[in-house]
């Protein structure tokens, strides 16, 4: 279980979160959705322990989040991995990074490990690409191959924040089916997103997030007066089908 | 006997040059590659401040630049500053501090041309067992840090959330970064200590575009560039760590038009 208890981020005197409060109970899949500059990335990071809050907590397992994550691991795919397209890495490199914590210093990955790292890779649908460079990949398999390096982590919780940028919808249904899936098998998914027509499909569990805390709810219960009043009035609800 | 200076000075020149291609790979892939010609700028603060103070040279400039470069690294991430500007103002500082402090001492004579050539004709057994172990800490440090070095140079941060020993890694590649620039900065001067923590890597990232090969690569180019080099200097009668960077660059000019990106 993860709780935000009375979270707030602050820089300089702007808040970028104000009193944060709520739980995600396990296997559950969370949808946070709001505007830009909700703050949904940072209250991400908080909970990577990446940013430090200015007051509250954040509680992994009853555990503050900073020590439960210097002995788990956790899924993490960040908005845009920042790397360098022409860095020597292929696809099983990166996949297997989900690994190497598991292995002491000096010590190389083995086939084992590499045979979990294909799995996955096959799971996500990009096996075909385990010897090819990160360079050479497009968006979405690329996005794809560090999702496959958030399952080969082990952890009971997958963090994603908007996994659909830069992939066409097809590719966006396909990426939530095996979230779906992995859901399905016991994991804790939570993942930002703008996308409400996938979502509603998928999460269980959604949190309306714009500096502070709109809803968090059962997918159900959320209604067009709850995310208009999450997005204000720029926002309007079209049923869509594809 | 009367060649026994020669053999020295090429097998000082060629331990330098693995010495710094075994960092050459990740210093270019971590975009820090000023850091080599940074270093040596902040070395001369160390050198002023062990001749004012009588220390001993060596160490003095070593602890000097190994503490400035663990400063950098230790500011840039607590206040969260951009590595490339926390480098150019510790640079700037140090210059001026060396400067300020070799004024004071008015009595000593500095020979900006070692400085910025080294003197590989003057090397002793001293320095080649130094260099001999540099070569093997290097190595042994790669060797144990392998994938943790990987994943740092990848994305720092990504690797901290997936628990990846980054910090002690990069800490210990600062510290021997900087002890291998004091170290080969006295031999084969700052153009030479920069030249080969650039080009090795550049021109081995053109022939292949996996890490170990690139750095199988790179130290081959370093032993072809000091030996090639070398070769050149003694039959042209020019400075020898000039003849090594010229020799390099061709090896690099080459790669250009025979390589594709």
Redesign the interface.
């Known amino acids: 279980m993860i709780e935000f208890k009375n979270l707030s981020y602050s820089i300089d005197s702007t808040a970028i979160l104000k009193d944060i409060d709520f739980r995600i109970a396990d296997n559950e899949f969370v949808a946070i959705i709001g505007p830009n500059g909700a703050g949904k990335s940072t209250l991400i990071k908080l909970l990577l322990a990446l940013l430090e809050p200015s007051s509250g907590e954040i509680l992994i397992d009853a555990i503050p989040n900073h020590k439960w994550l210097k002995m788990n691991s956790i899924g993490y795919l960040p908005q845009k991995e920042i790397y360098d397209r022409h860095f020597p890495a292929t696809a099983l490199d990166i996949v297997l990074m989900g690994l190497a914590a598991s292995l002491p210093l000096g010590k190389r990955f083995r086939q084992a490990h590499r045979n979990i790292a294909e799995a996955a890779l096959e799971q996500c649908g990009v096996l075909k690409h385990r010897n090819s460079l990160i360079g050479t990949l497009s968006g979405g398999e690329f996005q794809r191959v560090l999702l496959a390096r958030a399952i080969v982590s082990g952890s009971h919780y997958l963090i994603l924040d908007e996994p659909e940028a830069g992939i066409d919808q097809k590719g966006v249904e396909g990426f939530f089916t095996i979230l779906k899936d992995l859901h399905v098998a016991g994991k804790t998914i939570i993942t930002i997103s703008h996308d409400l027509h996938t979502l509603s499909k998928y999460c269980s569990f959604l949190v309306c997030l714009n500096v502070t805390l709109h809803c968090h709810s059962k997918t159900e219960l959320l209604n067009s007066e709850v995310i208009h009043k999450t997005f204000g009035d720029t926002i309007q609800l079209v049923d869509k089908h594809y | 006997m009367i060649y026994s200076f020669v053999i020295f000075a090429l097998s000082g020149a060629i331990l330098s040059g693995i010495c710094l291609a075994l960092f050459s790979p990740f210093v270019t892939?971590r975009?820090i590659s000023y850091m080599g010609e940074a270093l040596s700028h902040i070395a001369f603060a160390g050198i002023a401040l062990a001749i004012l103070s009588g220390l001993n040279l060596q160490i003095t400039t070593t602890i000097f630049v190994v503490f400035i470069s663990l400063m950098i690294g230790i500011l840039s991430r607590k206040f969260k500053l951009e590595e490339a500007n926390t480098i150019t103002i510790f640079l700037s500082v140090s210059m001026a501090l060396g400067i300020t402090l070799i004024s004071i001492k008015r009595s000593y004579v500095f020979d900006l041309s070692s400085y910025l050539f080294g003197n590989v004709l003057f090397i002793s057994k001293g320095d080649l067992i130094s260099l001999s172990i540099l070569m093997f800490l290097n190595a042994g440090f790669i060797?144990?840090?392998?994938?943790?070095l990987?994943?740092l140079?990848?994305?720092q941060?990504?690797?901290?959330?997936?628990?990846?020993?980054t910090d002690l890694a990069n800490y210990l590649f600062l510290i021997l970064l900087a002890v291998n620039i004091v170290i080969n900065l006295k031999i084969t001067g700052i153009i030479l200590v920069t030249a080969q923590l650039i080009l090795p890597a550049t021109i081995a990232?053109r022939i292949n575009?996996?890490?170990i090969p690139?750095i199988i690569i790179s130290i081959l180019t370093a032993v072809l560039s000091a030996a090639g080099g070398f070769y050149l200097s003694w039959i042209f009668n020019v400075p020898t760590g000039a003849a090594i960077v010229l020799f390099e660059f061709v090896l690099y000019l080459l790669s250009l038009l025979l390589f594709k990106s």
């Open positions: 892939l975009k060797w144990l840090f392998f994938k943790e990987f994943y140079t990848y994305n941060e990504i690797a901290r959330v997936y628990r990846i020993k990232f575009k996996r890490l690139a």
